[in-house]
């Protein structure tokens, strides 16, 4: 196996209302470490922030 680094961007709930439909969200569970991968629009994303960490592993577009 090889190594890969990755750069995760950490979202609050602003930020997540504020993604497009259809974008990948990693949702890490603190409670039992998984990671999962939800699709805003598709799938519902935890509210919970004690127990949830919401990331990103690219940025949206940023419109002017």
Request: charged share 20%; no cysteine.
């Amino acid at each position: 196996m090889k190594p890969v680094s990755v750069l995760l961007h950490e979202l609050s709930a602003k930020d997540v209302a504020a993604l497009p439909d259809g974008w990948s969200v990693l949702v890490y569970d603190t409670l039992y470490g998984t990671l999962s991968i939800k699709v805003k629009g598709v799938h519902a994303l935890p509210q919970d922030k004690r127990r949830y960490v919401l990331l990103l592993y690219k940025l949206p577009p940023v419109s002017a």
